[in-house]
């Protein structure tokens, strides 16, 4: 390269456009769906943006299909068109950043509800190495009738929320359609959703990988269309948090889980030498039935945990934590049938002691509520020592080399 080219690299000055595909900075990607109305407004501004800061960019329209002339809006401001056949907000993104030629890419909706004119503090955060910028609505600014009062002060909040506390990221505003990024951080989380959902994606998997995620304020206007937008809030909403709790065994399993066995398992101890009375209420036999099936089930949690955390590192989902390394070193199938089959033999034997009991009376009757307090315990020791043992198989299964 001639050194009359040394400027043009620092983004000092113009660089004519045939020499310009492989120096490009920032991509600036739009999703277009039919959004003929407020197309030119948004490659204005995105085109503005870039001639004011002497940043060397492109805009690029990841068409899905328009058929109301926003194809030939783009072309004839000099946009760069790349027509995405899968339907979706996420194919239609996957697609542009694929496409995309920058070193940087900005994406953020041709509805003309942001300003792409205050694409500098992003730009100016991955310069020093973020690799991921969000924008953050609530600390920037949100007009009027720009949001509806569902999203603004439930849905996005409470997403926002338990994303936080997923995946430990200080993220105030999970669901901003206008970020930027390093392309090839981005590409390599190997992002997949094709709907809505594409948004919480990017954001998770960032987190998981640990990717520097930074957040700067911008602002959101009503959108200029006349029809309706294409986000479905229940729809799109269930979406988003089937997302999170997928990528969350811990808060959807383990916890829970934990919570449940440990409820039962006190419940149990409690009541197996007599009734119990708290305050005004008494516990008795039918409280021990029910905190019987609160193990059961939480334990089954805890045994799903494992499983999908298992998984998840096998499916390239999450890296392995130390303390899922250990566990699986402990938690083997030799040793959880050990396990298991103490707590059958238990189980059987207390369920042998009642029939012995039963056998006394001559088979006849006798008091149903010292019975069941030998009998609820053998049972529920008979289900975990079966349970561990499958659950270790199960493990052990998705242990086993593939091809």
Request: proline content about 6%.
């Amino acid at each position: 390269m001639s050194a009359a080219l040394a400027p043009t690299l620092a983004f000092d000055a113009p660089i004519p456009p045939a020499e310009r595909a492989d120096m490009v900075e920032l991509s600036i990607v739009m999703p277009c769906l039919n959004e003929a109305e407020t197309l030119a407004r948004c490659i204005k501004a995105a085109r503005a943006f870039l001639d004011a800061n002497g940043v060397i960019g492109e805009i690029v329209i990841a068409d899905n299909g328009s058929t109301d002339g926003s194809q030939q809006i783009a072309n004839a401001m000099g946009a760069r068109i790349v027509p995405v056949a899968a339907r979706g907000y996420g194919a239609a993104l996957i697609g542009g950043i694929a496409a995309a030629r920058g070193r940087f890419v900005a994406m953020g909706d041709a509805d003309d509800s942001y300003d792409f004119g205050g694409l500098m503090p992003f730009v100016t955060a991955l310069r020093e190495g973020a690799d991921l910028v969000m924008g953050n609505r609530f600390a920037g600014g949100i007009a009027q009738g720009a949001m509806p009062p569902l999203h603004r002060y439930l849905g996005n909040p409470v997403l926002s929320f338990l994303g936080r506390t997923f995946f430990g990221t200080p993220i105030g505003d999970f669901h901003c359609g206008l970020r930027a990024f390093r392309r090839d951080r981005i590409q390599a989380l190997g992002l997949t959703s094709p709907g809505m959902e594409f948004a919480s994606e990017m954001v998770v998997k960032a987190a998981i990988e640990r990717l520097d995620i930074r957040e700067v304020p911008t602002t959101l206007r009503p959108d200029g269309r006349s029809r309706p937008p294409h986000l479905r809030t229940w729809r799109d909403g269930w979406r988003h948090l089937r997302f999170l709790l997928i990528y969350a065994p811990r808060f959807l399993f383990l916890y829970p889980g934990l919570a449940l066995a440990l409820a039962g398992t006190v419940g149990i101890v409690g009541l197996v030498p007599g009734d119990l009375r708290i305050g005004g209420i008494e516990l008795g036999v039918h409280t021990m039935i029910f905190a019987a099936m609160a193990v059961l089930i939480g334990s089954q949690l805890i045994g799903l945990s494992v499983l999908a955390r298992r998984y998840g590192v096998i499916a390239g989902m999450w890296p392995e934590s130390g303390l899922m390394r250990r566990l699986r070193g402990a938690f083997t199938v030799e040793r959880a049938c050990i396990a298991g089959g103490l707590m059958l033999v238990l189980g059987l034997a207390g369920a042998t002691g009642a029939t012995l009991r039963w056998a006394e009376t001559g088979f006849g009757g006798m008091n149903p509520a010292a019975l069941m307090r030998l009998t609820i315990p053998s049972m529920l020791l008979c289900c975990l020592g079966v349970q561990t043992a499958i659950t270790a198989f199960f493990a052990g299964l998705l242990d086993q080399p593939r091809r």
